[in-house]
């Protein structure tokens, strides 16, 4: 009877709306993690690999043993099914910078303030959860492979040591901001086109309008996975293609992909701030013509009187 009794009382509470609010948010921003994460996958095979070539360990995935990884990534010198994915949905993400109004979900406007009811298609929501599911085993179990062969992020400065200061620290603080705002734009329309529909139909049954509270705690939990680790991390998916250039080794198919994925997530971030120049431009000139405009009619009155 009291088991009963506390079981009743734990539902409840668990129906209460600041709990569903903050479950729903807390998920929506572990989920969108799901594509930074996929660079820091991508970045750490890169690393492995680089390690294998001056080793005489065989050719193939330190995690090879996993099965599920061994499907997935069959060949680490070619792209593979994380690399389709991921460049997917850093391209739809340009074509989103570069045509602001043109939306992706069909269910509603990403640019949009306002809220809309449409229900998402079925179709497409078994879509995204099929996307979600694929990027997340691919993810966690590339992962976790890596952490449980030792296969820890090298030091991209002693990678470069013999052949000059070059490589490792040619990328400035600079383009680290810029590919940090980059990924973070990429973040946002993966977490738009498939992370929010799944969680609003699975947690809310409804479609809801994007508030600042999600936006803040997803741009707090990329920060907070950008500053351990991701931000020296991603920078072998582009350093190490340089370092091979630099010691005339064999340059793989893999290591281009993971290079142009890099530039990609930089021309998005490039994209948005040209936008982001316009709407300040186009906002100063819309202010200096209305002070013109009322400066001008209270000459005019001055005259008449």
Known sequence: ????????????????????ELFYVITLSLLSLILPLSFLLLARLANAHYIISFTSLPSSLPFSSLFPLSLLYTNPSYPNLLHLLVSIISFTALLQALMGHFAFIPHSNSNSTKSTTTPTSQAYLYTAWAL???FDVCVVLGIEGTIADGFWPLDLDGISIGIGRGSARSINLMIRVVFFIGMHETMLHWSRVTVRPVVDDTVLRVVREERLVERVAMAASFGGL????????????????????????????????????????????????????????????TSLQRNYDQSGDGDDDDSKV
């Open 1 to 20: 009877m009291g088991s009963e009794r506390w079981k009743e009382r734990g539902r409840q509470l668990l129906q209460t709306p600041f709990l569903r």
């Open 132 to 134: 979600l599911c694929t």
């Open 226 to 285: 950008w500053w351990w680790g991701l931000r020296k991390e991603v920078e072998a998916m582009v350093v190490i293609l340089e370092v091979k250039r630099e010691l005339l080794m064999n340059v793989e198919l893999a290591d281009v992909v993971n290079c142009l994925l890099y530039y990609l997530t930089i021309t998005i971030a490039l994209v948005r701030l040209y936008w982001g120049l316009v709407w300040v431009a186009k906002f100063l000139c």
